[in-house]
């Protein structure tokens, strides 16, 4: 298959690059992958059309999974510097009474569930990450004009920021092109959903006139507004665009102080960032992976702005995809296992457009009487303690649950199964350090015990199989216990469970072993007598019987040495 852009011309070749994968677009998801694969020694090109990264803000809602996601990548605490943790949202009626009071404070999976961020130094952590890997490299300025693929490669022609045309070749692609993805349209997948009716503008301003933290939804059917602020100083309004009303008119000083008195006592001395209407979509890709070529982030998915969801979902794409496509690479798993991907994926992603698109309908409903009865009833609910802790603790949002893919349900079943959810991330003990359990475990799989040795149950030829995946065995004890004299195996980390989260979790279960994916992801339960059997399922979820576990040993991270 070859696809021909329709700019492209024929240019002089001047450099060819060779590379496991390559990554098109050096936005939060590209950068992320790219880091993850770097760390796994995996060779990577990154193509960027723009000569640098954006450094405005778009999104400004980074949730904990995202966080947990930089962890992984070793980058977290340089983003949180650049996050104000436990950001609450709050929609208002035009009277200023709150209805809908959004402020989680759990942390159970190891950061705040709602956090404000600055972007840009978010995408800078990331980019400036990849220096510790010389296996990656990122080409600015860079134009793609044609690609194509067979049975063992992808390649593409690029055009520099001279004109010279460059020829790129990789085992797999990953489209991380945004919303308007060249690759994604020019491979003609469909991109099926609505544009919503309305427009809004929004306006980024230096030292925040107003201060006040959160994020507020003022739901007036006049003009809906939000104003949100967001650390160093930046404050966020956006209001909606009328009927009639157009971006040059309400772009002009005299319309802009209009708006902004409706929010502030007065428009002196404001300092704008930038400002500009945009239309909010809700689309998504009819699949996610075309042979080789893989879509990841608003190139798959788009979605409204006001769940905050966008950017944490192309980052759970870049969770579910890195892991699966460094294993592939080096041989650690079928080029199949690429499939659970979108198996994965895509209905998550899908469900949470549909809350993206719901919040948008609470917040300017399309007649004024359903604005009415909106009110009327948020009033009445907002004294029902179950509502309240339903929006206190964000259990309107749905958390990813795998029922195909890299997952094995317990036999008999079990009720309310963990198997395919994210799996917890509580501090524990490791000899005199406090750790989160996802430093413990490090980027591969890890077999976690409550109580006993993981590798009891095992054979000698399984634990050899889980080796290879640079597998972390865990066994979990009270930590009170780590000062006495407890047996121990020199492949098995044994941790105490500081906070007796990990104790209440397996309480729940009718499971003392769990199985956790390198997305920290459940993949299976077991107790002694049944891990063989688990372990046995989980892989073959991933190989084939003709992967030279051994051959093919993980590869060691490609560092740079300063």
């Not at 852009?5 to 070749?13: E, G, I």
């Not at 600015?140 to 004109?163: C, H, P």
């Not at 008999?412 to 199964?417: D, G, M, R």
Request: hydrophobic residues 40%; contains cysteine; aromatic residues 8%.
């Amino acid at each position: 298959m070859k696809v021909t852009v329709s700019n492209a011309k024929t240019l002089v070749q001047a450099t060819s690059y060779d590379s496991d994968v390559m990554i098109i677009g050096a936005g939060p998801v590209g950068l992320m992958i790219a880091n993850y694969l770097g760390e796994q020694g995996i060779s990577v090109i990154v193509v960027e059309k723009l000569p640098s990264l954006i450094d405005y803000p778009r999104a400004i809602g980074i949730d904990d999974e995202s966080l947990r996601t930089f962890q992984a990548v070793g980058l977290a605490a340089e983003a949180s510097l650049y996050t104000t943790p436990l950001h609450a949202m709050r929609f208002l009626t035009p009277k200023g009474r709150c209805f809908a009071d959004i402020q989680p404070t759990t942390m159970e999976f190891g950061w705040p569930r709602r956090n404000a961020f600055i972007q840009p130094m978010a995408d800078k952590t990331l980019y400036e990450g990849l220096t510790r890997f010389s296996n990656v490299q990122v080409l600015f300025s860079r134009e793609v004009m044609e690609f194509s693929q067979d049975a063992d490669s992808v390649w593409a022609k690029v055009t520099s920021g001279e004109g010279e045309q460059e020829t790129i070749t990789a085992r797999y692609m990953v489209a991380c092109d945004g919303g308007n993805s060249l690759v994604r349209r020019a491979l003609n997948i469909s991109f099926d959903g609505e544009t919503a009716p309305n427009q809004w503008i929004v306006m980024d301003i230096k030292n925040d006139p107003l201060g006040i933290p959160n994020i507020y939804l003022c739901c007036d059917a006049e003009r809906p507004y939000v104003s949100a602020a967001l650390p160093q100083g930046i404050r966020r309004f956006e209001f909606m665009v009328m009927p009639g009303e157009t971006e040059e008119e309400l772009s002009k000083p005299e319309n802009m102080d209009r708006l902004l008195r409706k929010v502030l006592p007065s428009t002196d001395n404001i300092e704008f960032i930038r400002q500009r209407v945009y239309t909010h979509n809700a689309r998504l890709a009819g699949k996610f992976r075309e042979r080789r070529i893989l879509l990841a982030g608003d190139a798959a998915h788009i979605m409204p702005v006001w769940q905050g969801q966008g950017y944490n979902s192309g980052m759970r794409d870049a969770n579910n995809l890195a892991w699966k496509l460094a294993l592939v690479v080096k041989g650690l798993a079928d080029p199949q296992l690429l499939d659970t991907y979108q198996q994965e994926r895509r209905d998550h992603a899908k469900a949470m457009i549909d809350l993206s698109v719901l919040a948008g309908k609470v917040l300017a409903p399309p007649k004024k009487w359903q604005a009415t009865l909106r009110d009327g009833v948020s009033w009445l609910l907002n004294y029902l303690p179950p509502v309240k802790r339903y929006f206190l603790e964000m259990r309107f949002k749905p958390m990813p649950k795998y029922h195909q893919g890299v997952v094995v349900e317990p036999v008999p079943a079990i009720k309310a199964s963990p198997v395919g959810k994210l799996f917890i991330q509580p501090s524990v003990c490791v000899g005199q350090q406090s750790l989160k359990l996802d430093d413990v475990i490090g980027p591969g799989f890890a077999i976690i015990a409550w109580g006993t040795n993981p590798l009891l149950g095992m054979s000698d030829d399984e634990i050899h199989h889980w080796r290879q995946l640079r597998t972390q065995f865990i066994q979990v004890v009270p930590t009170v216990q780590l000062a006495s004299n407890l047996a121990r195996h020199e492949d098995v980390i044994c941790i105490g469970d500081e906070t007796g989260e990990l104790k209440a979790w397996f309480g729940r279960y009718p499971a003392s072993i769990v199985v956790v994916r390198p997305d920290r992801f459940v993949a299976g339960v077991a107790i002694p007598q049944t891990i063989q059997t688990v372990c046995q399922q989980v892989r073959h979820k991933l190989f084939s019987s003709t992967v030279n576990l051994t051959a093919t040993a993980a590869c060691a991270p490609n560092k740079k040495v300063a």
